[in-house]
């Protein structure tokens, strides 16, 4: 989808969300506005690359509307803030910076851990969604089989790592230069591109992520996920890992 | 013996004229704080636990750093949120201390204003999951102060909480969303109750007495 018809559908989607969430509950704040603020650093908030109900099947378009324009657009700001005194690393790519946290001052050091993860976590997430779920074909299938055990194994413990993340963090996929695969966690909005890595895939398993319509019940959101993983974007991903050229 | 959730001490309606609804009460006392009662118990016998008490094992697990998490975890989040229930109450709120916790906290963090704001502070710059507290130091003084998860001053060593407030995200989510600073705002003027806390403070901090 063009930038500009995502843009349009984030719109529609947003206005959408807000008129079938109010009835629910009188919320304490206002919703801030969708609209993007000017940048005010190297990094910006991508807009979301379909409507906020296009993943309805694991996750409604409020929540959808909230992660997004709320907290992704927070650590972007926040990732900013950090950096605006840096201009020597304003050059830096997300990866690059995540990946060499130790040679950065030790004063923006957490503040880049934690929102430059953030962003670099969200924007991803964003990009294995809006799809139907199903199952991966080729290649990343024949992956799946041998180094996760297969498809439904790999369902198996790729949730069991994400209810079990205690507190705040992430369940991935890594996935090497030769297309290895392996399922990590991860607490808050630590990333594998801290070790240099890649995530293949990542869902989101902090409270803001699922709490709307699952409460407590965690294993229920890990499990309807896989209805909106978009594998052909899943296989991009792949293909450009073992080309070298998977960045977030 | 086992671990069991206590009651409320209040209805889970008592505090939704205060920002807290009956929904956040009813999950984060029957689910939450139940799922950490239950882990635990689940745990006594594998790990070895008969007979302590819930803050021996809690500071137990903390020296024992990533071996003791998973113990941790549940017993320190049990003890947690036996302290946050009793801290609350449908007359908390307001600037009006009793004069001990007002005299002490004058004295060590430079008056209630300065305390809201540290109080605040920390909760805010928690990342992730866990908590803000205001403890008794083992020199005495009070101090405020952080953890992540399910740790607390007691596993960390340093020292014993009178307050605490959880920072979890299931502990605002439904009446403040993302905006955590407000959900601690509200908090600190309209939940905590002060009575409660001078008692904390007397006692040398909360007993939970509960034991495995």
């Known amino acids: 989808m063009p930038a500009t018809a995502a843009r349009r559908a984030l719109f529609l989607g947003a206005g959408a969300a807000l008129t079938l969430a109010l009835p629910r509950r009188v919320f304490a704040q206002a919703a801030a506005p969708a609209s993007a603020p000017p940048p005010s650093g190297p990094f910006t908030l991508p807009p979301l690359p379909y409507a906020n109900d296009a993943n309805e099947a694991a996750i409604d378009a409020r929540t959808m509307q909230i992660h997004?324009?709320?907290?992704?657009?927070?650590?972007?700001?926040?990732?900013?803030?950090?950096?605006?005194?840096h201009s020597q690393l304003h050059a830096l790519k997300l990866e690059d910076l995540l990946a060499k946290l130790g040679e950065l001052p030790e004063g923006i050091r957490a503040a880049v851990r934690n929102n430059g993860g953030g962003h670099a976590n969200h924007t991803m997430f964003w990009g294995v969604m809006g799809g139907r779920g199903g199952q991966p074909s080729g290649e990343l299938l024949a992956a799946i089989d041998r180094d996760l055990g297969g498809f439904d194994q790999f369902r198996t413990r790729f949730e069991q790592a994400a209810n079990?993340?205690?507190?705040?963090?992430?369940?991935?996929?890594?996935?090497?230069?030769?297309?290895?695969?392996?399922?990590?966690?991860?607490?808050?909005?630590?990333?594998?591109?801290?070790?240099?890595?890649?995530?293949?895939?990542?869902?989101?398993?902090?409270?803001?992520?699922?709490?709307?319509?699952?409460?407590?019940?965690?294993?229920?959101?890990?499990?309807?996920?896989?209805?909106?993983?978009?594998?052909?974007?899943?296989?991009?991903?792949?293909?450009?890992?073992?080309?070298?050229?998977?960045?977030? | 013996m086992a671990f069991s959730l206590p009651p409320?001490?209040?209805?889970?309606?008592?505090?939704?004229?205060?920002?807290?609804?009956?929904?956040?009460?009813?999950?984060?006392?029957?689910?939450?704080?139940n799922?950490?009662?239950?882990?635990?118990?689940?745990?006594?016998?594998?790990?070895?636990?008969?007979?302590?008490?819930?803050?021996?094992?809690?500071?137990?697990?903390?020296?024992?750093?990533?071996?003791?998490l998973p113990v941790l975890n549940q017993a320190g989040q049990h003890w947690n949120h036996i302290l946050?229930?009793?801290?609350?109450?449908?007359?908390?709120?307001?600037?009006?201390?009793?004069?001990?916790?007002?005299?002490?906290?004058?004295?060590?963090?430079?008056?209630?204003?300065?305390?809201?704001?540290?109080?605040?502070?920390?909760?805010?710059?928690?990342?992730?999951?866990?908590?803000?507290?205001?403890?008794?130091?083992?020199?005495?003084?009070?101090?405020?102060?952080?953890?992540?998860?399910?740790?607390?001053?007691?596993?960390?060593?340093?020292?014993?909480?009178?307050?605490?407030?959880?920072?979890?995200e299931h502990a605002y989510y439904l009446?403040?969303?993302?905006?955590?600073?407000?959900?601690?705002?509200?908090?600190?003027?309209k939940l905590v109750d002060w009575e409660v806390v001078e008692t904390l403070l007397k006692q040398g901090g909360l007993k939970s007495e509960q034991s495995a």
Request: aromatic share 10%.
């Open chain 1, 68 to 85: 997004h324009d709320l907290h992704h657009a927070a650590y972007v700001n926040n990732l900013n803030a950090a950096l605006r005194e």
């Open chain 1, 164 to 248: 079990t993340q205690f507190g705040s963090g992430w369940a991935f996929v890594t996935v090497t230069r030769e297309g290895r695969l392996a399922i990590q966690q991860k607490p808050n909005q630590d990333t594998p591109l801290m070790e240099g890595g890649r995530a293949l895939l990542g869902n989101d398993v902090w409270e803001h992520a699922y709490y709307l319509r699952y409460q407590n019940r965690r294993p229920e959101y890990t499990r309807a996920w896989w209805n909106v993983v978009n594998w052909d974007s899943v296989a991009q991903r792949y293909a450009a890992a073992k080309a070298g050229t998977l960045t977030i």
């Open chain 2, 8 to 33: 409320l001490p209040y209805s889970t309606n008592a505090l939704a004229g205060q920002g807290m609804c009956q929904e956040t009460l009813e999950l984060h006392h029957g689910k939450h704080h």
């Open chain 2, 35 to 68: 799922a950490y009662v239950v882990a635990l118990n689940g745990l006594i016998e594998s790990k070895g636990l008969q007979g302590k008490s819930l803050e021996t094992i809690v500071a137990e697990a903390g020296k024992a750093g990533a071996d003791g």
């Open chain 2, 84 to 168: 946050f229930w009793q801290v609350m109450s449908p007359k908390g709120g307001g600037d009006k201390l009793p004069g001990g916790l007002a005299a002490k906290i004058d004295q060590d963090l430079g008056g209630l204003a300065q305390f809201k704001e540290a109080f605040k502070q920390a909760g805010v710059t928690q990342f992730g999951s866990g908590w803000a507290w205001l403890i008794i130091a083992p020199d005495g003084k009070l101090k405020v102060t952080k953890t992540p998860n399910g740790a607390n001053p007691i596993s960390t060593g340093e020292g014993t909480p009178i307050l605490g407030v959880d920072v979890w």
């Open chain 2, 175 to 189: 009446d403040f969303r993302n905006v955590r600073p407000n959900y601690l705002d509200n908090f600190l003027n």
